[in-house]
C-alpha cells in the first residue's frame, strides 16, 4: 500500500488491475454495487469466489483474494442498509478470512461500526438462557479435580516422568532452564490476571462478543480421519454443537484459528474484541525474535489433535477447561512414523492418545518410542 493513498485510488488501482486480468465483468458488476445494487454486489462476490477456487490456494492471484474482500465489502454495507446486520457480519468475516491483506483494515473498520451499533434484540427467552448457562458450567466444573481427569484416560496412558510445574518464573530463568535446554515445563499463575480467565466463563458474554462472526471450524474426530472436513458456521452456531455428543462424526473443533491474529503491522484481529481479553506474555519472546502466530482453540470434550509437530516453539495458555498433552523428544521423531505426504510430513502414523481403540499394535510400527513420552493434563 502506498503511503497517503487513499481509499479511492486503492480500488480503483484494483480495479484496473482485475480487468488487466480478464475480470470485466466482475468490474462491472463491482461498478454497480456501488451504486445501491445488492444483486450486483452478491454477483461480483460470487464471482471472485470462483477466481479462489479455480486451483490451489498458493496459486492464486493476490489480486482475486483482494477483489473478494471487496465485493464483501460492498455486500455488508448494502446487507446493512437493509437491516441485516447477521448477514452483513458474515460478509465482512468471510472478507477477512479469505480476502487479501489490501482492504483488511477497511473490514475491521467495518466490523468495529456494526459491533457499536446496538443489537436487534433477537434472542432466547430467560429460561433459555439459564438453560444454556447451567449446562456451560457444569461443562466447566467437569474434571476440575485432576484425580477426576485421570480416570477418563486409558490405561498405561501415564508415563513415570512428567513436566515440572514452576510459579511465574522470571523470564531470566525461563530462558537459561527451559528455553535454551530444550525442556518443556507448566508455568502457573502468569495468565490469571486475564480478563478472559473469568469473562470466559460465561456464555452469554461470548455470544454477545462473538456470537455473530463466522469462523472456520473442524468437524470429526480428527483431521487425519477420511470424514474430517472444514465449514464456515457462526461462533454461537459452534457453541451449539460443542453439547451435542450424540454424534461424534460431526465433533466440532474451533482448531488453530488467528482470531486474535494481527495481519502485518495493521492493528487487525478478526475478533478483536476477545484480543483485548487477553495478553502475550513475555516467555513468548524469549527467542529475540518476533512472535510467529497468535491463535485460538475451542473445542469440546472429545477432539483430538493427532501426534504432531510444529515448526516453530509453542506457549499454551489454558484458559478453561483441561487439555491432556503427550510429548516426545525430537530425536525419537523417526521412530514415531511421520507421514510421508507433504500436507501431513509433521504428523505421525501412530495413533496413541485418548482412547484404547486408537492404539496401534507394536507389529505395524515395531519401533515406536512408547517408553519415551512425558506428559501434562
Known sequence: MACGESEAERRAALLREITEEGGFAFVASAEKAVAGDLRAAEA????????????PWSEVGSAWRDAYALAC????????????????????????????NLLRADLEAALASIAAEPSDGEGDGAEAVDEEANRWKEGLDRNRDIADALKILPTKSLSCK?????????????????????TPVIISGCIDHWPAMKKWKNIQYLKKIA?????????????????????????????????STA???NLTYLAQHPLFEQILVIDVWQIKELHEDIMVPDYCYAGGGELQSLNAW??????VTPLHHDPHHNILAQVLGRKYIRLYPGSVSEDLYPHT?????????????????LHVGKEEYPCRSSQRWILTT
Not at 504428523?347 to 481403540?357: E, G, N, P
Open 341 to 357: 505426504e507433504t500436507m501431513l510430513s509433521n504428523t505421525s502414523q501412530v495413533q496413541t492418545i485418548c482412547s484404547d481403540k
Open 44 to 55: 461480483a462476490r460470487e464471482m471472485a469466489w470462483e477466481q479462489l477456487h479455480s486451483g
Open 73 to 100: 465489502l460492498h455486500v455488508a454495507r448494502l446487507r446493512r442498509a437493509a437491516a441485516d446486520r447477521r448477514a452483513a457480519l458474515r460478509a465482512l468475516d468471510m472478507g477477512l478470512i479469505m480476502g487479501g
Open 298 to 303: 475451542f473445542g469440546p470434550h472429545g477432539t
Open 211 to 243: 456470537g455473530d462472526r463466522t469462523v472456520p471450524v473442524e468437524v470429526g474426530k480428527s483431521y487425519v480421519c477420511s470424514e474430517w472436513k472444514q465449514e464456515l458456521i457462526t461462533f454461537s452456531q459452534f457453541l451449539e454443537r460443542m453439547w
Open 247 to 249: 454424534c461424534p462424526s
Open 162 to 182: 512428567e513436566i515440572a510445574r514452576r510459579s511465574c518464573i522470571s523470564l531470566e530463568e525461563f530462558i537459561c532452564d527451559h528455553f535454551l535446554p530444550e
